[in-house]
């Protein structure tokens, strides 16, 4: 793809708006990587939200954000009926519209109520989009960020797109309405080609055009400093919200495993969220309090310390889109230990840069980690150098930026044929004896 220079966009005057659910928030740092780049192209970003920040967010990044970022929810609800009840009288027909659409986006989540609020904050959105002459308006999620921005469409907004990270849209695309959101976007992401297949299996054969791939990256804190040497400890390191889909659980059931065989292993835990209760007391019911430690949320340096300090980074999965975690720690040149589900096996290559285990086989699990505290630092160096080879060609951030950035210059989607042909092959990794 010839990738268009900053002049370009310049010249086009190009403002594009983003509007996730929640931004800044903590595990989101690869959009804000993703927005970072895009103004490195010469496109302007306004920077939206439907709910304010959290108060976990920590990373000084992410913190400065907040100041640049509007949020619907922050204004008060007279405010966001006002917008309603003045788009129903400056244009009643567009109105009309975007309510059937919401009542119908409703009816099939079995969740109306919560979509003619989506029309509510569409209504104000426009009006904010006006103001600050966004010419096209993209959003991360199939969610509820996609639903505002179909309804804002509607309502006379600009033409928007969408990036679809998965697991959540691909288990429940009807009662997302992700066909209807796809048929009214400009163009829609996938960040992996399994994420693209799935996007086929829901979208109209006249749809496959509009989607692309534009995988998420890892930006120079990570690229630059290369693969670091790695030490003889047995640290093993899980970056990751907790939470159900990312199997740290049965991460837990595997180290009491491990300590049971005699396996000499510290296992850092290293984020938070709703299941850390649970987590917590599995550590206690296993014994492991002097070998399991949960960090809670960490900046994105404390993040990468946590990584420099690991044997192996350890993401025992049930569902993912692609994880970042992965391309943050193979980029460092750190093995992983994943499952191969989604778009994961497009990454990590099994005996290559790290080790793939079926999701939720605690046997192979077990293996695959006895595996990475058994290699000598020499042999697991050989896999993070091919680890960090494949995220440089495939997910650099700001590469992969720049050509979402086109897709916005020219979001005109190609032949169908066009669209689903591969990318360019990736080169394969090698591991030298």
């Known amino acids: 793809?010839?990738?268009?220079?900053?002049?370009?966009?310049?010249?086009?005057?190009?403002?594009?708006?983003?509007?996730?659910?929640?931004?800044?928030?903590?595990?989101?740092?690869?959009?804000?990587?993703?927005?970072?780049?895009?103004?490195?192209?010469?496109?302007?970003?306004?920077?939206?939200?439907?709910?304010?920040?959290?108060?976990?967010?920590?990373?000084?990044?992410?913190?400065?954000?907040?100041?640049?970022?509007?949020?619907?929810?922050?204004?008060?609800?007279?405010?966001?009926?006002?917008?309603?009840?003045?788009?129903?009288?400056?244009?009643?027909?567009?109105?009309?519209?975007?309510?059937?659409?919401?009542?119908?986006?409703?009816?099939?989540?079995?969740?109306?109520?919560?979509?003619?609020?989506?029309?509510?904050?569409?209504?104000?959105?426009?009006?904010?989009?006006?103001?600050?002459?966004?010419?096209?308006?993209?959003?991360?999620?199939?969610?509820?960020?996609?639903?505002?921005?179909?309804?804002?469409?509607?309502?006379?907004?600009?033409?928007?797109?969408?990036?679809?990270?998965?697991?959540?849209?691909?288990?429940?695309?009807?009662?997302?309405?992700?066909?209807?959101?796809?048929?009214?976007?400009?163009?829609?992401?996938?960040?992996?080609?399994f994420g693209r297949s799935q996007l086929f299996r829901w979208a109209c054969l006249e749809d496959w055009s509009k989607i692309r791939i534009v995988r998420c990256g890892v930006d120079a804190a990570f690229l630059e400093g290369g693969p670091l040497p790695i030490s003889s400890n047995t640290r093993l390191v899980c970056v990751g919200r907790l939470a159900e889909q990312k199997g740290q659980l049965l991460l837990i059931t595997a180290a009491a495993r491990l300590a049971a065989m005699g396996h000499n292993f510290e296992l850092i835990l290293a984020g938070d969220g709703p299941m850390r209760p649970m987590i917590e007391d599995a550590i206690r019911e296993h014994g492991l309090q002097d070998r399991v430690r949960i960090t809670g949320w960490l900046s994105n340096d404390a993040v990468r310390r946590e990584i420099a300090s690991a044997r192996v980074v350890v993401l025992p999965s049930f569902a993912e889109g692609l994880p970042v975690v992965l391309m943050e720690a193979l980029a460092m040149g750190r093995p992983v230990v994943t499952t191969y589900v989604a778009g994961i096996p497009e990454l990590v290559r099994g005996g290559v840069n790290g080790w793939l285990v079926p999701a939720g086989d605690l046997g192979a699990l077990v293996a695959a980690l006895t595996q990475a505290l058994e290699y000598t630092p020499d042999e697991l160096e050989t896999m993070g150098i091919a680890g960090s080879e494949a995220v440089q060609l495939a997910h650099n951030a700001a590469h992969e930026a720049s050509k979402l950035a086109a897709l916005f210059a020219a979001p005109t989607a190609p032949t169908r044929d066009t669209a689903i042909e591969s990318d360019p092959p990736l080169a394969p990794a090698r591991v030298t004896q």
């Open 1 to 193: 793809m010839v990738l268009l220079t900053p002049l370009y966009f310049t010249q086009h005057n190009m403002i594009v708006a983003y509007l996730v659910n929640q931004y800044p928030h903590v595990s989101h740092s690869f959009i804000r990587r993703e927005i970072v780049g895009v103004e490195a192209a010469g496109v302007s970003v306004c920077r939206f939200a439907i709910r304010p920040p959290g108060k976990d967010v920590v990373d000084p990044a992410d913190i400065e954000e907040c100041s640049r970022t509007r949020s619907i929810l922050s204004v008060s609800k007279i405010s966001l009926v006002i917008a309603g009840i003045a788009m129903f009288f400056r244009h009643p027909v567009r109105w009309v519209r975007a309510f059937a659409t919401a009542w119908r986006m409703g009816r099939a989540a079995n969740r109306r109520l919560r979509h003619l609020i989506y029309l509510t904050e569409a209504c104000l959105l426009v009006r904010w989009l006006h103001e600050c002459h966004a010419t096209h308006l993209h959003t991360h999620f199939g969610t509820n960020p996609a639903a505002v921005a179909l309804l804002t469409r509607i309502l006379g907004g600009p033409p928007y797109s969408f990036t679809v990270h998965g697991p959540e849209e691909f288990d429940r695309p009807d009662a997302l309405s992700l066909r209807e959101k796809i048929a009214g976007a400009e163009f829609v992401v996938a960040i992996s080609s």
